[in-house]
């Protein structure tokens, strides 16, 4: 080969730039959004459409809400279906006892799994991967398999043991969920993103292991507590298998479980269930805007750990 001397190169490279400076440069176009909104808004579309459909049969009259095919803009606005809805069925009452439910559950999730989830983690003990893949296995199983030895767990507790809190009783639905085997999981993945050397100092002026998690371990866990406290909120909120097995009183029973007794044998008002339904949608909505900035840090962080 032979070589091409430096000047040779250098007056390769002018020319080269003098041709593409003559030559009109391509622009590409810029779209004023991104492409995949093409996709993304039909389907939001899509699944926003179950709910507008609930909302709008909400204000409709009896006859609106039966006609054929659906009337999606009705021709007045009849907003007494709601008060309706709250004087036909003890709807506060159901409404107070899913908060209590809810409430209590997240508080014992909160308190239970953070306990055992920072065992999982920092703890060395014997048994403790097998005891963690055990309580992983649980969530393999589905309910209707355990829902009667639940139930019949349930009674003896509340007979033998609570006094009377069992079946038939808000504590029934408190109980068996108090602590989860995903907010033991959940909680011990975050736990082991954290530095240990925080409570490594914390011990050495001092502090106790409790005091360390309290103090420390938690203060940091915010997000993956709040993602927690959120997801385990919805759930408590629509559940409705437990509630129909636990719970025979009316007085006992929950929004999902009261919005059923709008349901006939032979008919069903679908005014006032519907206005019943956004009722019970609005907590669900203000829990999911109010812990919505959690949940992807602390999902991103509880990936990150290994198992």
């Not at 179950?50 to 009896?62: G, H, K, M, R, Y």
């Not at 908060?99 to 953070?114: E, I, P």
């Not at 993103?193 to 925080?198: K, R």
Request: aromatic share 12%; with cysteine.
């Amino acid at each position: 080969m032979t070589a091409v001397s430096a000047p040779a190169r250098d007056g390769a490279r002018q020319a080269g730039r003098g041709i593409r400076a003559g030559m009109p440069v391509r622009r590409r176009r810029r779209w004023p959004f991104s492409p995949w909104h093409l996709v993304l808004i039909p389907a939001t579309i899509v699944l926003l459409f179950p709910f507008a459909w609930v909302l709008i049969t909400s204000v409709e009259t009896p006859s609106e809400a039966l006609h054929f095919p659906p009337v999606l803009i009705p021709h007045a606005l009849r907003f007494a279906n709601y008060s309706d809805a709250l004087a036909s069925a003890p709807f506060v009452r159901f409404l107070v006892n899913s908060a209590v439910v809810a409430l209590a559950t997240v508080l014992c999730n909160l308190v239970l799994c953070a306990l055992a989830g920072y065992a999982f983690a920092r703890f060395r003990f014997l048994g403790r991967t097998a005891l963690f893949a055990v309580i992983m296995a649980t969530l393999m199983v589905p309910f209707q398999v355990t829902m009667i030895p639940q139930f019949i767990i349930t009674k003896w507790l509340g007979v033998h043991v609570l006094a009377g809190v069992g079946i038939n009783h808000l504590g029934a639905l408190i109980l068996p969920n108090a602590a989860t085997a995903f907010g033991i999981f959940f909680l011990r993945q975050f736990f082991r993103t954290l530095p240990i050397e925080y409570e490594e100092s914390a011990r050495v002026d001092g502090a106790s292991r409790l005091t360390a998690l309290v103090r420390i371990v938690l203060p940091l866990a915010t997000p993956a507590l709040a993602t927690l406290a959120a997801l385990t909120f919805l759930d408590s909120w629509n559940n409705f298998l437990w509630p129909l097995i636990a719970v025979t009183s009316t007085d006992q029973m929950t929004l999902p479980l009261g919005l059923a007794t709008f349901q006939g044998a032979h008919a069903t008002d679908w005014t006032l269930l519907m206005a019943g339904n956004v009722m019970s949608l609005v907590p669900m909505l203000a829990v999911f805007f109010i812990a919505q900035r959690y949940f992807i840090q602390s999902v991103a962080a509880t990936g990150l750990a290994g198992t």
